[in-house]
């Protein structure tokens, strides 16, 4: 049976948006003073500043932009984006009663609230931009679930059981965000452009939300650092896979109509590789995640064991690695042998019983100042 359309007007969807708080078991009473509101932002450029359409006026609404491509493309990229901001929601929605402070539990209300809007800020350009088409993914948005897998990439899917997980996600996989945030930036469609701009400023809460809650615990030395390794193990390689493809040409022709850009566009004097845009990126993504786990491991004493990066052929479900067997460190496991190696190296329900223990008593973590 086809779904029934409850959405005509942005008013429609918000309505619905209220219901989909409810039906997930989000207490609307946190969020009671944060204004949900769709936010744009001034953009440097109304020119379009890369790709084939360089120097010509951005486009202001979906019957400018010249070619139906383009429009699907632009489409899908929003769709895709507010996708990963009510699945996050969703994968932390346990996480209220066991927060290990009130600092901490107001970093989460604030992260989900921003993770709520910019799902709202996409949804807002689906409807009014968009036409029927737009309205019908709008609605889709909130009718997904992340516990039924059903969200539109594999990060997403994945349950978010505790705290650690919790810090572990917002740093590196809203990392992966900030990424495709600024990638989107410049994007040719202006009104896209005008608000990821938005996004972004509230993006580097939750990054640092993550990164201050690890180095919180790693200074504390309470959880174990096999523990916190076999999260970043687990977390990482998903953050690997949201940049797409090797040699995507999704990615090749979104340059090409100056849909998104890379990572550094108009900051970088190299010769643009549409080839291998998304290698590109998660190459940057992985050197920038290196260099916050370096910074954490000056906190762990040398003689003990030190936090590492997995290896981008690790646990890969896109790619060229997609489903090969690789260890943390990219060296080839037998086949008949993957899934027990991943048993020591990705968190188990025994880890995840024994550190729930550690995470329900005192001191785990750091107090903040």
């Known amino acids: 049976m086809a779904a029934i359309n409850r959405v005509n007007t942005f008013d429609d969807w918000i309505d619905y948006f209220k219901e989909w708080r409810e039906t997930i078991g989000i207490d609307p009473k946190y969020f009671d003073d944060y204004p949900f509101e769709t936010k744009l932002e001034d953009i440097p450029s109304d020119e379009i500043e890369f790709g084939d359409f360089a ?9 400018e932009i010249p070619d139906q491509r383009i429009r699907d493309g632009v489409l899908n990229m929003i769709v895709y984006q ?14 209220f009663d066991k927060a290990p402070s009130e600092y901490d539990l107001q970093c989460l209300v604030r992260v989900m609230a921003e993770e709520m809007r910019h799902g709202w800020q996409m949804c807002y350009l689906l409807v009014k931009y968009f036409g029927q088409t737009g309205k019908i993914e709008a609605q889709k948005q909130l009718e997904r679930r992340s516990w039924k897998h059903n969200r539109l990439l ?6 978010v059981d505790n705290w650690l997980d919790f810090f572990t996600y917002t740093n ?10 600024k990638m989107l930036s410049k994007s040719s469609f202006a009104p896209l452009a005008r608000s990821v701009t938005a ?8 990054m640092s939300t993550g990164n201050n809650g690890l180095t919180r615990i790693v200074k504390q030395g309470k959880v ?13 390689p998903t953050a690997y896979d949201l940049f797409g493809k090797d040699s995507s040409s999704t990615a090749n022709w979104s340059y090409v109509w100056g849909v998104k850009g890379r990572f550094d566009e108009g900051e970088t ?7 291998a845009l998304n290698e590109r990126s998660r190459q940057q993504f992985r050197d920038e995640v290196a260099g916050l786990i370096e910074r954490m491991n000056k906190h762990i004493p040398d003689s003990e064991t030190k936090l590492y990066t997995p290896h981008m052929k690790f646990n ?6 997609a489903d090969q067997c690789y260890t943390v460190t990219g060296e080839p496991v037998p086949e008949d042998k993957y899934e027990d190696y991943k048993k020591e190296v990705l968190p188990t329900a025994e880890d995840k019983k024994e550190l729930e223990t550690i995470l329900a008593g005192d001191g785990w973590i750091e107090p903040r100042n």
Request: charged share 35%; hydrophobic share 30%; aromatic share 16%.
């Open 55 to 63: 120097g010509q006026r951005k486009w202001e609404t979906a019957m």
């Open 82 to 95: 507010g996708d990963t901001e009510f699945a996050s929601v969703e994968q932390q929605r346990s996480l």
């Open 154 to 159: 594999g990060s997403f899917n994945e349950d």
């Open 172 to 181: 590196f996989v809203d990392r992966d965000g900030k990424f495709q945030l």
């Open 199 to 206: 996004m972004l400023k509230e993006e580097a809460f939750h």
């Open 224 to 236: 174990p650092t096999k523990f916190i390794q076999k999260y970043f193990n687990k977390w990482i």
């Open 269 to 275: 004097t190299d010769p643009v590789d549409k080839q």
């Open 316 to 321: 890969r479900s896109i790619g060229d690695y």
